[in-house]
Antibody, heavy 127, light 110 residues
Framework: EVQLVESGGGLVQPGGSLRLSCAASGFTFSSYWMSWVRQAPGKGLEWVANIKQDGSEKYYVDSVKGRFTISRDNAKNSLYLQMNSLRAEDTAVYYC????????????????????WGQGTLVTVSS | QSALTQPASVSGSPGQSITISCTGT?????????VSWYQQHPGKAPKLMIY???NRPSGVSNRFSGSKSGNTASLTISGLQAEDEADYYCSSYTSSSTTVFGGGTKLTVL
């Protein structure tokens, strides 16, 4: 059974940092792209970032570029999101998700959909 | 990276059919067949319902179907049931190598 379990959320002051983790099990973690998706309280879903199987390619939504870093440790079957310079608008439930897509030799990887999601971890940025 | 446009709410009676639209641009919905739909019940994680415009994952009821025309994708739910009441989100791959979601649609089963 595929399982994704996020951890590391909590209350942090504006300008602070936090590192989220996602422990994966039930599938060959090293064979899949992975993504982080967030949801502000009472709001919709927002894709944050994704990472290639070996960590060599990463993509981010504009609003977190330069502040957030996605990474992974395939030996530990774990996905991470390092969040720096946090702002109030980063307050959200953060989900990790398995990212399925396809590769085109000319355009690279195209993410198609997210088939498994964790239960989420809440990050609150407030003074 | 503007969000895709969905109606804020739709409603229908049990047994009826409803359709939720998802409008983007030629840089996302119109440019790729990588449109997917997610169902989210309150306090729960999203669940994949449709991928690559019209494909259903194993275990998803065939009452759920998807389609696309130009820059607009649609999710149709036939034979509405009480348990279908939830929020629904569309998403699409974009020409910027990112993913964009719609704002979400609240489905009410009357």
């Amino acid at each position: 059974e595929v399982q994704l379990v996020e951890s590391g959320g909590g209350l942090v002051q504006p300008g602070g940092s936090l590192r989220l983790s996602c422990a994966a099990s039930g599938f060959t973690f090293s064979s899949y792209w992975m993504s982080w998706v967030r949801q502000a309280p009472g709001k919709g879903l927002e894709w944050v970032a994704n990472i290639k199987q070996d960590g060599s390619e990463k993509y981010y939504v504009d609003s977190v570029k330069g502040r957030f870093t996605i990474s992974r440790d395939n030996a530990k079957n774990s996905l991470y999101l390092q969040m720096n310079s946090l702002r109030a608008e980063d307050t959200a439930v953060y989900y990790c998700a398995r990212d399925l897509g396809s590769y085109d030799i000319l355009t690279g990887y195209a993410s198609s959909h997210f088939d498994y999601w964790g239960q989420g971890t809440l990050v609150t940025v407030s003074s | 990276q503007s969000a895709l446009t969905q109606p804020a709410s739709v409603s229908g009676s049990p047994g009826q059919s409803i359709t939720i639209s998802c409008t983007g641009t030629s840089s996302d919905v119109g440019g790729y067949n990588y449109v997917s739909w997610y169902q989210q019940h309150p306090g729960k994680a999203p669940k994949l319902m449709i991928y690559e415009v019209s494909n259903r994952p194993s275990g998803v009821s065939n009452r759920f179907s998807g389609s696309k025309s130009g820059n607009t994708a649609s999710l149709t739910i036939s034979g509405l049931q009480a348990e279908d009441e939830a929020d629904y989100y569309c998403s699409s791959y974009t020409s910027s190598s990112t993913t964009v979601f719609g704002g979400g649609t609240k489905l009410t089963v009357l």
